[in-house]
């Protein structure tokens, strides 16, 4: 059975849809409220015991094994990589094994991500490793695996084609250069900044996110007259940051800030306020503008349901990187608007139907609700509610640097409220995400470590599943209900901050 309102036939008709079904829930109603006495039992309990106890699946041998295993198979032939894991399909006659996308496509920095945030942890934490015996021989292998990776998007820190750069260059490059002291690493995450720095349109006060959108209805090519941003484009702008804090290139910075205003007059819809009185804000995926002089053209979606809804990970993107952006400017600007996607988010959360909580055998507690939908305005299968485990895992990631930031102002009860919602989005995700085909690290004279399977006929690559791509019936390709690089990628981050925060 499917719940909500099906896809009306015109755009007209989605956008009043969805505008009804947020502001049906733009009024918290008492048995979903977000009090700051009652966020979550699965929060306060969380914060109440070792985040490492209760998140021990975020520090596991699994993870690493499976890791080491992709890392390893996915270079047969194909060395050096022109083609790096992507997703792994979940459905019952899938072999369990990732799919790998041309090396040239935005998500090519996850999986090196992946490699060199188990180097940092067995680097700087090695506590947090789950005991692993044998540590340096294991560095050492990702060591080498990890340079196998990453050594190839040195080429891409001069592409000027896309606005991806942050997502292709930092997983891998931040970390040689700051825990390795690679100087390459360095100078290609600077060169990535000057390169994004070219899609600054100084007309519309942004860096241009996709040279062209085409899709069943819709295509947009000429860049004359149009001009492209993305919600996801908030994540970008760390680089930007990033290289103007190591070189004192100031111009860099400012066009960050400005695509960050540009981005809250454009895409973050004001939805009302909690019962405490906070603001939250949704979002919508993409807005076309006029290069020329900057006016507004149309707003709509590429991955979510529709022009008006709430794309989950579009969401997602928007709380890390206002998370993000705050944490280097300290502008409260972007603080409201931190706050106020992560309310909606929550709210979003809090408000899905009851068919998104699944009985658990293991745990008196239902699981699944902070598992997000992958729109909230999307209709529901009731008996297969369609998720997204990476807006989740990128939200928490998001819901840490924001409790961070705001525990150094000394807001300590919003600083409490926001790492709530990150440890009981992570902890909801490994109880129903995190894929029950376990790996671990085997070791061999003359071959070193690899990551087999606990159980032969048991093989999944990805750590979590139950993520979804791209779920937009217009789009040309539509793929979901997978693991997903970058899912793991920020599952594994999560841990790691956790860790620099000594939560865990």
């Not at 198979?73 to 094994?97: C, F, K, M, S």
Request: charge should be negative; aromatic fraction near 10%; hydrophobic fraction near 40%.
């Amino acid at each position: 059975m499917i719940s909500a309102a099906t896809s009306s036939s015109s755009e007209s008709e989605d956008e009043r849809s969805a505008e009804s079904t947020r502001s049906d829930s733009s009024t918290l109603s008492s048995d979903t409220s977000v009090s700051d006495s009652a966020i979550s039992s699965r929060g306060k309990e969380a914060t109440l015991s070792p985040l490492s106890s209760t998140l021990s699946g975020l520090f596991s041998e699994n993870v690493i094994a499976k890791i080491l295993h992709t890392a390893t198979w996915a270079l047969q032939d194909n060395t050096p990589p022109v083609y790096y894991p992507e997703y792994v399909p979940q459905t019952p006659d899938a072999a369990g094994r990732y799919e790998l996308r041309e090396k040239d496509f935005w998500t090519c920095g996850f999986f090196p991500g992946c490699i060199y945030s188990i180097i940092e942890r067995l680097v700087k934490h090695s506590q947090a490793t789950d005991g692993i015996e044998q540590t340096q021989e294991l560095l050492a292998k990702l060591l080498d695996l990890g340079a196998a990776w990453s050594d190839p998007l040195h080429e891409f820190a001069f592409r000027t084609d896309t606005h991806d750069m942050s997502f292709m260059i930092q997983p891998s490059m931040r970390v040689r250069w700051e825990v390795l002291g690679d100087h390459k690493a360095l100078d290609s995450i600077v060169t990535a900044a000057r390169s994004l720095f070219t899609r600054y349109n100084a007309n519309v006060g942004a860096v241009r996110a996709w040279d062209v959108l085409t899709q069943n209805g819709v295509t947009i090519t000429d860049m004359n007259e149009n001009f492209l941003i993305i919600i996801d484009s908030m994540c970008n702008l760390d680089l930007l940051f990033y290289a103007a804090a190591h070189t004192g290139q100031k111009e860099l910075a400012d066009a960050a800030m400005t695509h960050a205003k540009t981005l809250i007059n454009t895409l973050l819809r004001p939805e009302g306020k909690t019962k405490e009185g906070r603001s939250m804000y949704s979002t919508f995926h993409v807005a076309n503008f006029d290069p020329r002089d900057g006016t507004i053209k149309q707003k709509m979606t590429g991955q979510g349901y529709n022009a008006s809804s709430t794309w989950a990970r579009g969401q997602s993107w928007a709380i890390l990187g206002y998370s993000q952006t705050y944490m280097w400017t300290k502008d409260p600007e972007f603080l409201d608007a931190a706050c106020g996607v992560a309310e909606y988010f929550w709210h979003r959360l809090l408000a899905s139907p009851a068919c998104v909580e699944q009985a658990d055998a293991d745990d008196s507690r239902a699981k699944g609700r902070y598992v997000p939908l992958w729109d909230f305005d999307a209709p529901v299968d009731e008996f297969a509610p369609l998720r997204d485990s990476s807006a989740g895992v990128i939200a928490a990631n998001g819901l840490l640097i924001l409790s961070q930031a705001l525990a150094g102002s000394g807001d300590a009860e919003s600083s409490a409220r926001y790492l709530n919602m990150a440890t009981t989005i992570m902890e909801d995700t490994l109880r129903f995400s995190l894929a029950p085909e376990k790996a671990r690290l085997t070791w061999s004279d003359g071959n070193g470590p690899t990551g087999t399977d606990v159980y032969p006929d048991a093989h999944f690559e990805a750590i979590l599943k139950n993520a979804t791509a791209n779920h937009n019936a217009k789009d040309f390709k539509r793929y979901w209900d997978h693991g997903l690089v970058y899912g793991d990628y920020y599952f594994l981050e999560f841990g790691n901050r956790l860790i620099k925060m000594g939560l865990a």
